[in-house]
């Protein structure tokens, strides 16, 4: 049985990637911190399969900013492959906390790459959670493998060490170590400070009489925005390939906010102009304009490709939200 190491496994990407690495039958490790509210909701249902599947999916107390506690699990655990997605991700949130964020999202990477070669884990498959936000004022577009990069958020920045330290540690030590430039990607289970989120989340409160107004930054802001549950199957791709290598993964379609709001208001029958209200608070210090990238080479080598549209996505996480909320106010389960 494969064994995966998952960082960030509460989080969006990471519970479908733990959904998908257990339905290929491996057994699944992932890292949470201590928390004094429960903070698993996206991963819960999974250990409803126990009884029928045996135990498969384990979860570890640790934490980026301690290399004690990784390299203790790492050591320990020995994994086939290793995901790395925990990060502070939120682009806005990051210019209030720089210092964090650099200290989770970049060094973070630095302290798991030096455990892997410290564990003396040679064999052991490293994929790294890059992002389209570190093109940021972008050089070319589409973006693409070459593109250099010109971040505009602390959270860029974060990443575009990690991006680096990701390849140093491959070419210096041999590590089968990739990066995944993800662009935008989305899902019922996005966190609900996410402007795609916030969107249909408020959608299904203003149907419900719960809501009546939305506050949100700039809406010209243009994205490349995917299908979450998809974009996990091209990092499982990417640790199958012989050589380690870093790929683009997008839609190569560009959409702006105000067009996310039109497609989801219209899907619920309103009329986005009546809602939604702009607060200034919501713009970045430093804006990222657009954001589209050319997903060619992990069409070519990976044989990935997106298959769900942007109207689809939009579609897809309002149903989830309203369908939500109404359990909710009727008291029943409350999965994602």
Do not use: C
Not at 16 to 26: I, P, V
Not at 91 to 106: C, L, N, Q
Not at 225 to 254: C, F, H, N, R, S
């Amino acid at each position: 049985m494969r064994k995966a190491f998952i960082t960030g496994i509460t989080g969006q990407d990471g519970s479908y990637l733990a959904e998908y690495l257990l339905d290929k039958g491996y057994e699944v490790h992932g890292v949470i911190r201590r928390a004094s509210s429960f903070n698993t909701e996206r991963i819960d249902h999974l250990y409803k399969d126990f009884h029928v599947n045996g135990v498969r999916l384990f979860l570890h107390y640790a934490d980026l900013s301690d290399s004690a506690s990784l390299m203790r699990l790492l050591y320990d655990l020995r994994p086939d492959e290793v995901y790395h997605l925990g990060a502070q991700s939120h682009v806005r949130v990051s210019f209030d906390i720089p210092e964090y964020t650099g200290d989770v999202t970049a060094i973070g990477t630095t302290r798991l790459l030096e455990a892997l070669r410290e564990a003396n884990l040679t064999s052991t498959r490293f994929y790294q959670a890059s992002s389209s936000e570190m093109f940021g004022l972008v050089r070319e577009v589409p973006q693409r493998e070459t593109t250099p990069f010109y971040p505009r958020s602390p959270y860029g920045a974060a990443k575009v060490y990690s991006y680096w330290m990701t390849v140093n540690y491959r070419e210096s030590y041999g590590l089968h170590a990739s990066n995944g430039i993800l662009f935008n990607h989305e899902s019922p289970r996005r966190g609900e400070t996410f402007v795609t989120r916030k969107i249909t989340r408020a959608i299904a409160r203003i149907k419900a009489g719960l809501q009546d107004e939305l506050y949100l930054g700039n809406l010209d802001a243009k994205r490349d925005w995917g299908y979450a549950p998809e974009y996990v199957e091209a990092m499982w791709l990417m640790l199958q390939q012989d050589k380690p290598d870093d790929y683009v993964i997008a839609t190569g379609e560009t959409h702006s906010v105000r067009e996310f709001l039109q497609e989801s208001f219209s899907h619920a029958g309103l009329d986005w102009e009546k809602h939604v209200k702009i607060d200034a608070r919501y713009f970045r210090p430093a804006e990222v304009d657009v954001l589209v990238g050319d997903a060619s080479k992990a069409k070519k080598v990976l044989g990935w490709t997106p298959r769900t549209t942007f109207k689809d996505l939009s579609r897809i996480m309002v149903d989830a939200d309203i369908d939500l909320l109404q359990r909710q106010l009727a008291g029943k389960d409350i999965r994602y």
